[in-house]
């Protein structure tokens, strides 16, 4: 059974893998120079949290127009 995908979870998949890979290069640069673990806390919870409410506010919105 393949699961066919709407255009805006593909869209959704690829913003939501190039922010955590900027996202992933942001806390490796500031843990490699800073050396601060504290600083990388903030973009690695971001890198998280805005791929997943971007999903959500899509979903929602996709579901208000059916």
């Known amino acids: 059974m393949a699961f066919k995908a709407a255009l805006w979870q593909k869209l959704w998949l690829l913003f939501a893998v190039i922010w955590v890979v900027v996202a992933a290069l942001q806390v490796g640069t500031i843990l490699a120079v800073a050396g601060d673990p504290d600083k990388a806390i903030q973009p690695a919870i971001y890198g998280v949290v805005v791929p997943a409410v971007a999903y959500f ?4 919105w996709n579901r208000l127009r059916k």
Not at 57 to 60: E, K, P, Q, R, Y
């Open 57 to 60: 506010l899509a979903w929602v």
